[in-house]
């Protein structure tokens, strides 16, 4: 009584896996031995490679967080545990930085990179419309010139912009952050045009036939059926907005009451490592991707997808 | 087949503020901002005295000033050890966590990390395990005999600015192959096993033909972020007054604009840097259209 299991998960239809049910089984049974214990060995491999490969991944992030719970004398120890286990680094970090600079970082980072995403969802998303939507004269062409900017790179702008923004007077506030978030981009205009596409046309025949205006049909239709590309952009923008570490560096004063996080951990490095306090600054670098982290174990689906989807990022 | 709803009557308007920011985006922030630094990049200014009309003379800089000509050739180096390590690994990495692996989703969790963390934060902890006498990794390396290895003085700093920027970019890449790898149809893996093709052949003669397209884009997007790496150079090879034992291009740019107020030589090195980018790009198209398999 051989009773040949199907395979698990398998996209086919069930016809087709009865066909080959047989088939299968004979293929197992002619099988050389060796070709099975070859496949044995390519399994041991797989896993020995990929957790030596995983635990360098982890190290860093392990060291981190070790480094953050550790006394000062104790900080270029080898062992993993801390050993005593101590807040206090937290504590200095929050409290003690010059200015008390911590959490005006925070606050920043966390400000900029809300408001960015803001600006990036709601300027795509009117952009990704008019394009998926909206029938003109001139809409290939404009969206073709706009997907091609994708390959501008950012530095080429940079200079330009900045340019712009001082004869604005905008140097040294955080308006050369935030203002050109509202001013859609190609990344995020593609992401959500692919996705609209996917909205089925009858439901905007039916609200045109009840009047619906071009916003109606916007805002009540395009934007509540398209929460999973709205969300994978938000997260994108944030994630980009929080770590970049270039414009903020060129835009902002290095007042820490000002700046955001990348440039603060930046300028302490070179403080704390001088003073010999990288249990502090292991603090400040774990706190500094909590929010991620967070963000990334509760929309990992969001991320993935998204680098997996559209596979163009920047 | 074209699909599109008519504006009615007064919606023109509303076409048009609709799509307002991105043509705001057009005009200041890529196409005109592309333009402008063409102009700025036959300029001498420092945005004190009035500009000068410098001809080529920014663009020739590249081959007189040994710095510039330095911070070229490091992004270059620097892209051709990064892009060939980034697809290999994580187009290894792909391959293996795609044979129905136990814990796979907790593999790939741990490897795409570094992509959603910042590269400041993991920077500082790479810096400590960089560390001479003090840092892990030289403590591994003790044991298998080597010594006292200065990953972070000039002549490792490559190096070791190539490998952290690698660790950093493997998940991403991962993921992109995986996504090309589940595309696959399994039936010409059951053909190919009934016909008694071991998993090595079956890797050579039809993963990797039909894994083309993925591959060139994964080329692309690395190739991309190499030649704009500034980030755990900046982090990692900072030298007091500024300098970098690194000094790459967009460092080069950096510091030319907003610490020499050059902007003639930055701009004209950002136009170079582009170049690079669109030089490469057609390279790679080319390449595509003799060896990308599509189905």
Known sequence: MTSEPYPKSSAAPKLILQDEAPARRGTRAQRPASQLARKATLDVISYLVLSIGALTMLVPFLWMISVSFRIPAEQYSRNLIPNPVTLQNYVDLWQKLPDQAFPYLMFNSFKLAGLMVVGQLLTCSMAAFVFAVVKFKGRNLLFSILLA?????????????????????LTGTQWPLILPAFWGGAFGTFLLRQYFLTIPRDLVDAARMDGASLWDIFWQIYMPNSKPALVALAIFTFKDAWNDLLRPLVYLPTDMHKTT???????????????????????????????LLIIFFFAQRYFIEGVALTGIRR | M???????????????????PTLIG????????????????????????????????????????????????????????????????SLFL?????RRIFARGFFRTVYFLPTVTSAVATALVWNMIYGRDTGLLNFVLERVGIHGVCWLCTNNAMLAVVIVNVWGAIGEGMIIFLAGLTAIPRDYYEAATVDGANE??????ITLPLLTPSILFQILISAINAFQAYDYIYMLTRRSGGD???????FSIYRNAFHFFK???????????????AVFMLVLFWWERHFVVYE
Do not use: C
């Open chain 1, 149 to 169: 900017t994708m390959i501008i790179p950012s530095q080429v702008s940079l200079i330009p912009d900045f340019i712009l923004f001082k004869y604005m007077g």
């Open chain 2, 94 to 98: 792909a391959v293996m966590l795609n």
């Open chain 2, 263 to 277: 902007m003639g030589d930055a701009s004209a090195q950002a136009i170079q840097l582009a170049v690079l980018v």
């Open chain 2, 26 to 89: 057009l005009l200041f922030g890529t196409i005109g901002s592309l333009l402008a630094t063409l102009l700025l990049s036959f300029f001498d200014w420092d945005l004190i005295t009035p500009a000068t009309f410098a001809g080529l003379s920014n663009y020739l800089a590249l081959f007189q000033n040994a710095k510039y000509l330095d911070a070229f050739s490091n992004t270059i180096l620097f892209t051709a050890m990064y892009v060939p390590l980034v697809v290999v690994i």
């Open chain 2, 244 to 250: 970098s034992s690194v000094p790459v291009a967009v």
């Open chain 1, 261 to 291: 996080l990348t440039v603060g951990l930046a300028f302490f490095q070179q403080q704390l490592q001088a003073g010999g306090k990288f249990t502090v600054l292991m603090a400040g670098a774990f706190l500094s991707i909590v929010p």
């Open chain 2, 200 to 205: 090595p052949q079956q890797f050579f003669r």
């Open chain 2, 2 to 20: 074209e699909y599109g709803l008519k504006p009615l009557g007064q919606e023109k308007t509303w076409l048009w503020a609709l799509l307002l």
